[in-house]
């Protein structure tokens, strides 16, 4: 259900970052919040048509980026608890929005009041310092004691959130949640279950040490994604 009768008005704004089929705005509305739509230049339709078969014979629906995040955060409510939400952001439901249905959730922000990057630049920047080793393993104990169902860890995926004397203080996952496994995660037997986390944390592991060794080599920056589009400092409202 939908929060409002008119429209929200995004198109007047720039979005703060972009994925491979969803743009991401601040809510104007509320600064601690993000909203994030479908990019028009990328219809449910061509989701559809880049899927190989079986896969392109399912429903538009079943690839609505949105309606599947807004699923899988109300599963982690329910069956993870509130804990969960320390390493995940946060979903407020939807709204109905100029650039179409907009799915709200919590926007990650440090003491400077800017957007926090990506584990992707922060790890370019700053390299696996004491402080960011220490949040790697807080993530990866949260997958294991929840067994938290997920896609693959990805560094562009993540972001850090840092004190105000920029020591990281926590990891926060805002994409790439849920299985993508036909069977639900929650009903695989627990020692599937615990294999299949292990896998994911050994190659999240993997892509940290690879990104830090292309960086320590001088090596250039890996694509685009993990770059803000913009830093975001709005006043608080």
């Not at 329910?78 to 946060?90: A, E």
């Not at 104990?141 to 562009?156: D, M, N």
């Amino acid at each position: 259900m939908t929060q409002h009768m008119t429209p929200l008005v995004l198109a007047g704004q720039p979005p703060f970052a972009q994925g491979g089929h969803r743009l991401c705005f601040v809510d104007p509305r509320d600064s601690n919040r993000c909203i994030k739509v479908r990019r028009p230049d990328y219809p449910l339709s061509a989701l559809r048509r880049d899927k190989g078969f079986p896969k392109n014979l399912r429903p538009l629906s079943s690839f609505d980026d949105n309606a599947e995040e807004f699923r899988v955060l109300q599963q982690f409510q329910r069956r993870l608890g509130d804990s969960v939400f320390q390493h995940v952001s946060r979903c407020h439901g939807f709204v109905d929005t100029d650039l179409g249905p907009g799915l709200m959730s919590e926007l990650i922000r440090n003491p400077d009041g800017l957007i926090a990057p990506s584990l992707k630049l922060r790890l370019w920047h700053s390299g696996l310092t004491p402080d960011l080793e220490v949040a790697i393993n807080a993530l990866s104990h949260c997958w294991r004691e929840l067994l938290v169902p997920s896609r693959e860890l990805l560094l562009h995926n993540i972001v850090v959130q840092t004190d105000p004397q920029d020591q990281v203080v926590r990891l926060v996952v805002v994409d790439g949640l849920g299985s993508p496994l036909a069977l639900p995660f929650h009903w695989l037997p627990r020692p599937r279950r615990v294999a299949r986390i292990e896998r994911l944390l050994h190659r999240f592991r993997q892509r940290l040490q690879q990104l830090d060794a292309l960086r320590t080599a001088g090596g250039d920056f890996p694509g685009l994604r993990g770059h803000l589009l913009h830093y975001g400092q709005e006043p608080q409202p």
